[in-house]
């Protein structure tokens, strides 16, 4: 393991997310999280329960340097996503071994939605490099053999006292602790996420007293995280009432409790979705786990009675697995929870299969391989958070807003299913907007006559802004933005009523009954 290896890593990250840099808000929760910085209120959706205080804060601060949030949320997510490469290099080196460490390091920075993400207004790349250096530090201190013979020989200790070795191991454990709680004010799912790994380690600490304290330590850290959000709130019973409509809201949308097999199919699908796009070449090496010899080859030199790697790993990768499937999976971001633990495990089995064939060599080749494809999707292809996916989107802000100034303002109506805060946040009024939620509202009706009270000629203009929406009956026109982004436009008569039907197909036309 080395440090300036690890610096390197974060700043080859850093220098590869800082060129793609989007300058708009990415989406409808990146708006919400401007709200927030200027005014934390969870109960108006500023941002969603349960807040993420520490990480408006942060944002916060940031702000005050770059004079904007875009820009302060941007800078979080690249920094972010460099720490957790540089972390999960550090981690999987104490894990397992040096060539293991930099492989996963490198297949976690070519990530496309990772990559991706690592350049918009998104928090999820945080998700990764908290859930990281977490489990680093109780890695730490779950003290294995291994590594108690390794931070000996790093500190020269070696031959020290029973009771030394506990208690530098007791208080490793309530350092991971409070870093695990503080942790939860950023990123409230981190709660469920690393409880196994808290447990392992508090097994192996088997010091009843230490165990309080970290237990302790914890609750204090959340506590004053929920009291903390709670004061920075204009209304705290407001604040809590809200963290439990969000709790119903999401148990009667999404999860199975309300949804059964139908939510849990869901889930499943974009579970798979999300990480299928995040793993991209990865999944390959990942495959050659079905290999007996292989898996062999790539754990079982670390016997479970010695050294918990393997379950260790096991525990930290599939931990969110229940939460994503039987209660809500909701973006790409989700699964930077699960995707450093893969690919950790995704550079053991290319160990694994160089062990089996007996070229030791394998594990650079298939890790190479899958690096360039990774970033040659990045780089070239127009894949969902790939280069070419954030330039269309960011730019095509700009874009679009360019084109809607040349039509009649008061003659006008653009439509949007997702990106209504998109759309609010940078009409700024200027231009007439018929907002909905696809899946609060499939089916709609609406004379354009009512939605442009200030026109005063024949025909009127509808325009669709999102992508996502699908240009119906009617005589519609494409214009097609520099970046790829498309604006999709009708000229209809006044008269005309505008239909939306299954969620996102517009109608536009001849009224009919």
Request: proline share 6%; charged share 15%.
């Amino acid at each position: 393991m080395s440090v300036p290896i690890a610096g390197l890593l974060f700043l080859v990250t850093l220098a590869t997310r800082l060129p793609f840099a989007t300058s708009n808000l990415w989406a409808h929760d990146s708006v919400l999280y401007e709200h927030a910085i200027a005014r934390f209120d969870p109960a108006a959706q500023s941002p969603q329960p349960p807040g993420y205080l520490w990480y408006v804060l942060l944002a916060r601060g940031v702000t005050a340097l770059t004079g904007d949030a875009n820009a302060a949320m941007v800078l979080i997510a690249a920094l972010a996503s460099a720490a957790a490469v540089a972390l999960l290099y550090l981690f999987a080196a104490r894990l397992f071994d040096e060539r293991t460490a930099r492989a996963a390091a490198v297949l976690l920075l070519t990530s496309v939605t990772f990559w991706g993400e690592g350049a918009v207004a998104y928090p999820y790349t945080l998700l990764a490099a908290l859930t990281t250096g977490c489990a680093l530090l109780f890695w730490l201190a779950t003290g294995s053999d291994r590594e108690r013979s390794a931070v000996a020989a790093e500190t020269g200790t070696e031959g020290a006292h029973p009771a030394v070795a506990a208690g530098r191991s007791g208080r490793s454990f309530v350092l991971a602790s409070l870093a695990w709680g503080l942790a939860v004010g950023f990123r409230t799912d981190l709660a469920l996420f690393l409880a196994p790994l808290w447990l392992l380690a508090a097994y192996r600490v088997r010091s009843r007293a230490i165990v309080m304290a970290a237990t302790a330590v914890v609750a204090l850290a959340v506590l004053g995280w929920l009291a903390a959000s709670a004061i920075a709130s204009p209304d705290a019973a407001g604040f809590f009432a809200a963290l439990a409509a969000q709790g119903r809201f999401v148990d009667e949308t999404y999860s199975i409790a309300a949804g059964g097999a139908t939510a849990l199919g869901r889930n499943a699908y974009d579970l798979a979705r999300y990480l299928g796009r995040a793993l991209l070449a990865i999944a390959p090496l990942l495959a050659l786990l079905a290999i007996p010899a292989v898996t062999r080859r790539a754990f079982a030199h670390r016997a479970p009675t010695r050294d918990r790697a393997p379950l260790f790993l096991a525990l930290w990768t599939l931990a969110p697995l229940p939460v994503y499937l039987l209660v809500h999976i909701g973006e790409y971001g989700y699964v930077f929870s699960m995707l450093p633990g893969l690919c950790v495990a995704a550079a053991r089995a290319a160990a694994g299969a160089g062990e089996a064939l007996r070229r030791p060599a394998t594990l650079a080749w298939l890790a190479g391989a899958a690096t360039a494809v990774n970033a040659g999707v990045f780089l070239l292809a127009p894949a969902p958070l790939a280069a070419a996916d954030l330039a269309k989107r960011d730019h095509g802000v700009d874009e679009r807003l360019a084109a809607l100034r040349e039509m009649d303002q008061a003659c006008t109506v653009v439509v949007t299913g997702y990106d209504a805060l998109i759309v609010d946040r940078y009409l700024r009024g200027a231009l007439p907007v018929l907002a909905y939620g696809p899946a609060e509202t499939p089916t709609l009706a609406r004379p354009l006559v009512l939605a442009l009270p200030r026109c005063r000629v024949a025909n009127a203009a509808v325009v669709l802004w999102d992508d996502l929406l699908r240009a119906g009956s009617g005589d519609w026109a494409t214009s097609v933005m520099p970046h790829g982004a498309l604006l999709r436009y009708a000229v209809v008569p006044l008269t005309t009523t505008l239909r939306i039907r299954d969620a996102l197909t517009v109608d536009v036309g001849p009224d009919r009954p």
